[in-house]
């Protein structure tokens, strides 16, 4: 099975085709949204920044700007910063710049001194991007195996639907994306607790299980340094109103988005696996940092499976707009009632299991076939809003 | 209706909301159905106990522990945060 994708020099194949602008540094921020909201077809994030931040945290964030740039749905990266040799280390802009480059993509660097001044920069920058994006559009989709795919899942706003429809409908998908030889990225460490024996056992590397393990009990053992009982921060307020009790209950029905298939590898924090099939990767439950971590990851797409029963009526917006940055993130759900709320930005509904009218194969194939279409260039509806939520790396703190 | 995700479990889901007083079907994992008299209201997707569950018992969903109950539980009773906690990331209980 194909699907259409635009074919990079290095054999990765994007399902979309951005420029990406990086600032390296804050004060690099003002030009990167100028610069973005003056040229269509590029991607920005806002960066929060490295300083007071141990060396640990400032390569996560170096990993997710690096990752990024890697991501096959980028054409070519420009990074922006203060001075050649303005911060720390690991996110000099060359440091950043060469990372990058490894990946074999155009990438250039812009820095404020260099340019003669902000104002500058931004003229320079504009003028580097829209070369850029007219260089992307020379690229056509192809038609290209399944076995380039790689799709990031998380689930969230979860109820019980969550781990009898929609959770599952994606564990088909997933193992039915593997068996073409794709890939699938799972994560969300706090949600494996309760839950980590089986998925433990899927591991195809003993050493891998162990880690994943120490991963569990490293998150386990932060949440009881807060001094609080788990539940009163996840599952969150909406959960328990739509009938989650406890985390473990909780991870028992999230693990069901990872399928049946054994898991081949167990990666860091914004880690791109280096082989096909299913893998985890250690990172944060959240809306606005998940999605962004399994891009870094090289996730073309990332797919939000959510359960929904809290949600407001008359349809509201998502828990996160476009937190994929360069990926797009799919709104997918098993209650047919969130269907209904919000049905300008739910991309599928496994709902028909819920009220009987469809078996978990049927709908599984059904999402499957809504991924393969979105990864052709359906778009996601999210992206048809021109605005990205706050993204909020996984860093480790403290901070000083 | 109430579905039992897993023969072990001794709670089930509601998949529509049920009445205290009022007779639901139960769905078994293997499709098979029988009736369970409802003693409280159990809203769409929270749970329903298909036993008498003991104050320290565990109460069991997917065929796994999900927590234990903090008081008695009648058959046919709501199961939710006001009669079970979970026994994993208690950061409120000295260890």
Known sequence: MEFLGYVRDNGEVGVRNYVLIIPSCRVANIAAKRIGSYVPGTKTIITTGEVGRHSRDRE???????????N???????VLGARD????????????????KDNGKPVSILTIEECGGLERLIE???????????DASLVKRQLVPISKLQIGVKCGWSDATSGISGNPAFGFAADKIIDEGGTVLFSETVELIGAEEEVVKRCVNPEDGKRLLEMVKAVENSAKQTGEDIRS?????SNIKAGISTIEEKSLGAVQKAGSRPINGVLEYAQRPEGNGLYFMDGWASAYSLPVSLAAAGCQITLYQLGGQDLPKNDPPMLAVNTGVVAPLMFVTGNPSTAKKAPRSIDYSSGGVITGEKTLEEVGEELFSKIISIACGELAKGETVDYMDPIEPYFLGPVF | ?????????NVAVALEECKEGEQTTVKTKSGEFYDIQILTDIPYCHKCALKDIKKGELIIKYGQPIGIATTDISKGEVVGVHNIEGLRGRGDLKS
Do not use: C, Q, S, W
């Open chain 1, 85 to 100: 040799d303005f911060g720390y280390k690991e996110v000099l802009p060359e440091k950043i710049a060469n990372g990058i």
């Open chain 1, 124 to 134: 320079e920058g504009i003028a580097k991007a829209r070369e850029y994006v007219h």
């Open chain 1, 233 to 237: 921060i996840n599952p969150i307020p």
């Open chain 1, 60 to 70: 996560r964030l170096a990993n997710i700007y690096m990752g990024l740039a890697k």
């Open chain 1, 72 to 78: 096959p749905n980028v054409y070519a990266t420009i």
């Open chain 2, 1 to 9: 209706m109430v579905l039992i995700l897993n023969d072990l479990d």
